[in-house]
């Protein structure tokens, strides 16, 4: 008989170790994919934060989030230096809206746990509504780098606004924020979308490590998940970034749209 439960425990033990094992590693390739879009469109949340919630249940929430914001700020930082190797950025109008994007994540993350996300999703789901019609009826919008002629205060204004109201979106809820940097330096500056990809990966970035200082401060990243997770999302961003280079903005806005698309349905079957 004892020798019969010694048996039933070690393939209770064996079964457990290799239902984790697949959870990882389904985890991982939705990371991988996550972070192939991510790179250029942003969206990467889409994917990834919900792999989360299905496949490592028995995370608390503030655990899966800071596990998710982990991985993501890793592969985010691959796709930002390759980026930078390859498009040139404008680091002096650029510096206004890194440090309003670092206060701006920092104070949503501090407001995570007194402020019903639920509220805000009309806004939101609005807002991706709104870009995603004024992408597809703006034909040329994106395709050509043509900088919008802006005074010195027209640009701190636009990348303050741009830097800190996204930033703090992301450090309190955070899916579509890549995408938002995208559609606001289109918009607002006159960059075509690989351009914008490039210093949206980078603005994407400064929130990330924003929010995840709160998140490491208070000890709530599962290492033993998010590192590997973290692997998968850099190569990810790594092909993805890689891609964004070679095909050029034709390509970035039509995954542009698609994703977009995607966080309009998701997030809208989500609220209701």
């Known amino acids: 008989m004892e020798v019969k439960m010694k048996f039933l425990d070690r393939f209770s033990f064996a079964l457990f170790y290799l239902r984790s094992m ?5 985890l991982c390739l939705f990371a991988f994919l996550a972070g ?21 249940p028995q995370l608390s929430l503030v655990q899966t989030l800071a596990s998710n914001k982990t991985a993501s700020f890793l592969g985010t930082t691959v796709a930002t230096v390759r980026y930078v190797k390859k498009v040139q950025l404008d680091w002096k109008h650029l510096s206004v809206a890194i440090v309003a994007a670092f206060a701006g994540a920092f104070g949503g993350a501090l407001c995570v746990s007194y402020i019903h ?3 805000f999703m009309p806004f939101i789901i609005t807002a991706l509504v709104i870009v995603l019609l004024y992408t597809l009826f703006k034909k040329e919008l994106g395709l050509h780098h043509k900088e919008k002629q802006l005074s010195p ?24 924020t890549g995408s938002f940097f995208i559609f606001a330096f289109v918009v607002l500056f006159g ?8 210093n949206a990966k980078l603005l994407n970035c400064v929130t990330n490590f924003s929010a995840l200082s709160f998140f490491f401060a208070k000890g709530m990243i599962v290492w033993e998940l998010a590192l590997p997770v973290a692997a998968a999302n850099m190569l990810g961003n790594y092909l ?3 891609f964004a280079l070679k095909k050029g903005s034709g390509y970035i806005r039509i995954f542009f749209i698609v994703v977009v698309a995607a966080l309009i349905l998701k997030l809208g079957w989500d609220y209701l």
Request: aromatic content about 18%; glycine content about 18%.
């Open 117 to 119: 996300k639920e509220q």
């Open 240 to 242: 993805g970034a890689q």
């Open 22 to 26: 697949l959870s990882l590693f389904l």
């Open 36 to 56: 192939f879009i991510d790179a250029m469109v942003g969206g990467g949340g889409l994917i990834q934060l919900p792999a989360f919630f299905i496949l490592q």
């Open 191 to 198: 960059y075509n979308f690989l351009h914008a990809s490039a």
């Open 153 to 176: 205060f027209q640009f701190s204004l636009y990348a303050l606004l741009t830097g800190g109201v996204i930033g703090f979106y992301d450090g309190l809820i955070g899916p579509g």
